[in-house]
């Protein structure tokens, strides 16, 4: 069974410094890993989606890598601010079905 | 693009009573998923059709869960005889494009509490 983890579970950081969140997964037969955003009591955001071919991507101040092999990536916010509040989710699709499966999130506060 | 939408956004109801939600994806997408979330983790897979075929579904879909995609459009998630057990927060997520480039759009969810 694939599981997801991620650490911090939170974390709370001054305005302007940058984000660094962590996501491990057991299993590297994966077709993709995405990230997403969760703001309280919505549903989630996709932010990027890494193939399992593919080492990164970006978008603005996101960058988001993966490491297949030691079943890790690594999501990075630059210059941080109190609007990137939120909860973000890490997740995997799995060879062999349609399922996504999801680490608990990190929780992040950007201090103004 | 108006998004996916889904129906009620809050849903009370007492333990034993039956409950419907809807969900209504973008328009074009055929792959449409249901999901759980508890309170502090991550969403859990429930159920995953392709137009109007479902074709997986998790242990957790107990027998007391069921649920249609009608002539692959809006999908309905229905429980029977609720459990406390039961509430969380329920998304719908559709997607149009092959598994390895799928990006899931979610709604905001419907949240049920069983009393």
């Known amino acids: 069974k694939q599981e997801v983890t991620q650490i911090p579970a939170a974390l709370s950081v001054p305005e302007g410094e940058n984000l660094v969140l962590n996501c491990s997964f057991t299993?590297?037969?994966?077709?993709?890993l995405q990230w997403f955003r969760q703001d309280p009591g919505k549903g989630l955001t996709s932010l990027l989606l890494?193939?399992?071919?593919?080492r990164e991507q970006t978008s603005g101040r996101l960058n988001a890598s993966l490491d297949k092999s030691s079943g890790r990536s690594t999501l990075y916010i630059a210059a941080s601010q109190p609007g990137d509040s939120a909860t973000y989710l890490c997740?995997?699709?799995?060879?062999?079905?349609?399922?996504?499966?999801f680490g608990k999130g990190n929780q992040v506060v950007v201090i103004p | 693009d108006t998004g996916v939408s889904q129906n009620p956004r809050h849903k009370i109801t007492k333990r034993g009573q039956n409950v419907t939600f809807r969900c209504d994806p973008i328009?074009?997408?055929?792959?449409l998923y249901w999901y759980r979330q508890t309170l502090g983790q991550g969403p859990e897979f429930l159920t995953y059709?392709?137009?109007?075929?479902?074709?997986?579904k998790s242990r957790l879909l107990s027998d007391r869960f069921s649920a249609e995609r009608p002539k692959g459009s809006f999908s309905t998630l229905e429980i029977q005889r609720t459990e406390q057990g039961d509430s969380a927060m329920y998304l719908c997520?559709?997607?149009?494009?092959?598994?390895?480039?799928?990006?899931?759009?979610f709604g905001s969810g419907t949240q049920l509490s069983v009393l």
């Open positions: 997520a559709s997607s149009l494009l092959d598994r390895v480039n799928e990006k899931l759009f």
């Open positions: 299993d590297s037969a994966i077709y993709n």
């Open positions: 890494i193939q399992s071919s593919q």
């Open positions: 997740a995997v699709g799995i060879y062999g079905n349609n399922r996504l499966a």
């Open positions: 328009s074009e997408h055929n792959r």
């Open positions: 059709f392709q137009n109007e075929a479902q074709l997986e």
